[in-house]
T-cell receptor, first 113, second 114 residues
């Protein structure tokens, strides 16, 4: 079975600074997708960024980028120029083709003004 | 609709009662997922529908939990003889098709069993 591990229950960052959230996963499959979701207090999961495992190039979405290390099974999220609105719970998730999402336990991000 | 809609937003019920949680997916989305999120944890998979049929129900914890999607759109998660341990946020997500990678989530139903 696939597992996703987020070893940082809480992180904090100063506004306008950069922060990196860590995620590792375990799988024996070769075709899969990785995601970072943001969950504010409203509870709705919002997709931040996704990475296809077959792509070597790291995904980037505006201030959000990932460092995907396939051999190490590592998938970290970097948030640049942090804003107060970035404060939320962040979940790393894994999905193999045709299957459901498997989530990590989450990292609570606090942005300090 | 514009997004995935879940009702009710919050539900408080007494131990032993029966509850139904509703999910209205994005129009045209054939794949629908239910997840359960306990306090301080990530969501855990319960069941997945492709169209009207349950393609994977391996996450349902026991036979008190059941879900249907009779017309391939709205889905209802049903919990019989509720227990305090069933208290959690129940999230629903939909995606355009089985192979489509992006799932859109609703805001969940917070179930509290007292």
């Amino acid at each position: 079975a696939q597992t996703v591990t987020q070893s940082q229950p809480e992180m904090s960052v100063q506004e306008a600074e950069t922060v990196t959230l860590s995620c590792t996963y375990d799988t024996s499959e070769s075709d899969y997708y990785l995601f970072w979701y943001k969950q504010p207090p409203s509870r709705q999961m919002i997709l931040v960024i996704r990475q296809e495992a077959y792509k070597q190039q790291n995904a980037t979405e505006n201030r959000f980028s990932v460092n995907f290390q396939k051999a190490a099974k590592s998938f970290s999220l970097k948030i640049s120029d942090s804003q107060l609105g970035d404060a939320a719970m962040y979940f790393c998730a894994y999905r193999s083709a045709w299957r459901q999402l498997t989530f990590g336990s989450g990292t609570q991000l606090t942005v300090l003004p | 609709g514009a997004g995935v809609s879940q009702t009710p937003s919050n539900k408080v019920t007494e131990k032993g009662k029966y509850v139904e949680l509703r999910c209205d997916p994005i129009s045209g989305h054939t794949a629908l997922y239910w997840y359960r999120q306990s306090l301080g944890q990530g969501p855990e998979f319960l069941i997945y529908f492709q169209g009207t049929g349950a393609a994977d129900d391996s996450g349902l914890p026991n036979d008190r939990f059941f879900a249907v999607r009779p017309e391939g759109s709205v889905s209802t998660l049903k919990i019989q003889r509720t227990e305090r341990g069933d208290s959690a946020v129940y999230l629903c997500a939909s995606s355009l098709s089985e192979g489509n990678t992006e799932a859109f989530f609703g805001q969940g139903t917070r179930l509290t069993v007292v």
